[in-house]
């Protein structure tokens, strides 16, 4: 790793990118990082269920560093799950290998009143604890980020109870139960801006939002229903300068729609290029956006499409990323060679920039 | 169905209208219209497997006219699936609640080998048969539709051995084994082309070409895997005027590669407007794209969206349909809804339009 002792991973350079800041090199950090590719994490995992990981402070900051230590990003994501803030709400949510399964899927607006709107400090006390743990730990080598799930991502599961394909019950409810439907996300708007307001107090210093289901629907219907309910959660956080990642998977026709929505930083997928999101806006940061199936690929070509990728942006407000999380399979090699492409392709583009 | 009788089903428009010349109004079919939200489809279904039924050649054609007896469609899809030719090929598959499977997935070299190029007259005997009764049966009121899966769409089931969502085994070979995946991917296109060929032959006026999956590709990948095949099997398909229409799901970042297949038409998702498309393709007969999640909707909301749909193109150059497969929760009033909105709006277009 000779690239980073010319260029340590920094928090500060993470958050400089974020706010469209000048850089000595676009800072890196990988969707799903802490997770099943990497031995380390599988190791816990044979120890403890998923939901006992997320539920442990020590484990949870443990598994958050693995990534840190192996491959020195610029941002290290707390180890958790979108659907924890669901569970504080009341619902019952079990992990098979199939995904979550949800034991009461919301319906009517009963269901939608049956849920809880909750204190964090109280009921999630242990994601303020790993917050801090990384706080400690990673000190001003990496930002430390926080995250949760889009209203309508959340909802998707809310409705359907399970990962789902064809939508079709929240497509249901989009015709027939607007007014449950408006209720949901509202209540889950105002939920996790509360959850990211308690994650950013306990140490947070980027916060992403994972509206990963909004690329099903067409540009009427984000603006319609997924828009204003990521729009009003972003809006609710308590925050100072800490900025606000949206992501969005399959997010090529929402892209100026995403715009509107108050995050500081959009996060695209690698089937919208990098070079035409930056011409279609020119002033956002971005975040992306390597097909994470791309790291399946041997090293040489992993490095070919990070170099690629960062000549697209120059390296200028562009917080280097997957455009989805990590695969399982993704070779230990290939994440690295990720890190160093990112590394060195930045640091060879500060030595060209003009005096 | 009031609008009928002024204007009804016809071939000719179908097969105009992909031509891009003058109709009275867009033609309209559903992708999937046979199929599971048609009560007289699933009383079928008790009797005989999915299988059983796609080589039944009295029953397959049955199924096949269940929609245009109620809907009076422009175009009569011949009820099959993608994977019968796959199992033409020695591919035991087999169907259950979760999709299809495959015996055994393919991985190597040997794998390619193993599959055979065969000769559909003898052993898709059946696939014919269905097509010469449709057209018999229809005459000039309908195009008989004949259809195959692309070579990428097939291959991504030929590598995974199950319907994927990660494409990690298929964006493995991408990286690793090139050869292999060439190999396969040209042995499908051939496949495919004597396979559309055969049902030419038999009496299909136009054939769609599904890329269901190709969407999941960057537009470097799309140009490096999908589009070569996809271009090879359908410059190997023998016909005279038959129009080819080629579906890609999730296709806004990949509209101007598809236009290089040599397809006649492109078939696009919701997630792209009509009017967008038009615009980046001016010339090009377009396909689709009602999200077939609106089909949950109250059908005053229905019959809204087509006429929008259909405001998009001025009804020219545009084969009405969904922008993925009907879904089985669909109401038999919503896919009314749809065929009348469809009929109606244009026919009220070419009422307006300059003498």
């Given at each position: 790793?000779?690239?980073?002792?010319?260029?340590?991973?920094?928090?500060?350079?993470?958050?400089?990118?974020?706010?469209?800041?000048?850089?000595?090199?676009a800072?890196?950090?990988?969707?799903?990082?802490?997770?099943?590719?990497?031995?380390?994490?599988?190791?816990?995992?044979?120890?403890?269920?998923?939901?006992?990981?997320?539920?442990?402070?020590?484990?949870?900051?443990?598994?958050?560093?693995?990534?840190?230590?192996?491959?020195?990003?610029?941002?290290?994501?707390?180890?958790?799950?979108?659907?924890?803030?669901?569970?504080?709400?009341?619902?019952?949510?079990?992990?098979?290998?199939?995904?979550?399964?949800?034991?009461?899927?919301?319906?009517?607006?009963?269901?939608?009143?049956?849920?809880?709107?909750?204190?964090?400090?109280?009921?999630?006390?242990?994601?303020?604890?790993?917050?801090?743990?990384?706080?400690?730990?990673?000190?001003?080598?990496?930002?430390?980020?926080?995250?949760?799930?889009?209203?309508?991502?959340?909802?998707?599961?809310?409705?359907?109870?399970?990962?789902?394909?064809?939508?079709?019950?929240?497509?249901?409810?989009?015709?027939?139960?607007?007014?449950?439907?408006?209720?949901?996300?509202?209540?889950?708007?105002?939920?996790?801006?509360?959850?990211?307001?308690?994650?950013?107090?306990?140490?947070?210093?980027?916060?992403?939002?994972?509206?990963?289901?909004?690329?099903?629907?067409?540009?009427?219907?984000?603006?319609?229903?997924?828009?204003?309910?990521?729009?009003?959660?972003?809006?609710?956080?308590?925050?100072?300068?800490?900025?606000?990642?949206?992501?969005?998977?399959?997010?090529s026709?929402?892209l100026?729609?995403?715009?509107?929505?108050?995050?500081?930083?959009l996060?695209v997928?690698w089937r919208l290029p990098l070079v035409e999101a930056r011409q279609r806006l020119p002033?956002r940061?971005l975040?992306g956006n390597l097909?994470?199936?791309?790291?399946?690929?041997?090293?040489?070509?992993?490095?070919?499409r990070?170099q690629a990728m960062l000549a697209e942006t120059g390296g200028i407000a562009h917080?280097?990323?997957?455009g989805?999380?990590?695969?399982?399979?993704?070779?230990?090699?290939?994440?690295?060679?990720?890190?160093?492409?990112?590394?060195?392709?930045?640091?060879?583009?500060?030595?060209?920039?003009?005096?």
């Amino acid at each position: 790793m000779g690239a980073v002792s010319t260029s340590p991973p920094s928090a500060a350079r993470f958050l400089d990118a974020c706010h469209g800041r000048p850089v000595d090199r676009a800072p890196a950090w990988m969707m799903r990082q802490a997770g099943r590719y990497l031995p380390e994490y599988r190791e816990v995992r044979r120890r403890v269920s998923f939901i006992e990981l997320c539920r442990d402070a020590d484990l949870a900051a443990e598994v958050s560093l693995q990534p840190f230590r192996r491959f020195a990003p610029d941002g290290v994501i707390f180890f958790s799950d979108i659907l924890v803030p669901v569970q504080a709400m009341g619902v019952k949510v079990e992990f098979d290998k199939n995904g979550p399964r949800l034991s009461h899927p919301i319906r009517t607006g009963d269901d939608v009143l049956r849920l809880r709107r909750f204190d964090p400090a109280a009921d999630l006390r242990f994601t303020g604890e790993i917050l801090k743990r990384l706080r400690g730990e990673v000190g001003d080598s990496a930002a430390i980020i926080g995250f949760a799930g889009a209203p309508w991502t959340l909802a998707c599961y809310l409705v359907e109870g399970t990962s789902s394909k064809s939508f079709a019950p929240i497509k249901q409810m989009m015709g027939w139960g607007q007014r449950t439907l408006e209720g949901l996300l509202n209540l889950l708007a105002d939920v996790i801006a509360d959850v990211l307001s308690f994650q950013i107090a306990s140490g947070a210093q980027v916060v992403q939002v994972f509206d990963t289901w909004a690329g099903e629907l067409s540009r009427e219907d984000y603006r319609r229903w997924a828009l204003p309910a990521v729009t009003r959660a972003i809006a609710g956080i308590r925050r100072s300068a800490q900025p606000v990642i949206l992501y969005v998977n399959g997010c090529s026709h929402l892209l100026e729609a995403m715009n509107e929505s108050g995050a500081d930083v959009l996060s695209v997928d690698w089937r919208l290029p990098l070079v035409e999101a930056r011409q279609r806006l020119p002033q956002r940061p971005l975040q992306g956006n390597l097909d994470p199936g791309a790291l399946l690929s041997p090293t040489r070509d992993v490095r070919r499409r990070v170099q690629a990728m960062l000549a697209e942006t120059g390296g200028i407000a562009h917080v280097v990323n997957l455009g989805h999380g990590v695969l399982p399979q993704t070779p230990i090699e290939s994440a690295e060679a990720f890190f160093e492409a990112a590394r060195e392709a930045s640091v060879a583009q500060a030595a060209e920039a003009p005096a």
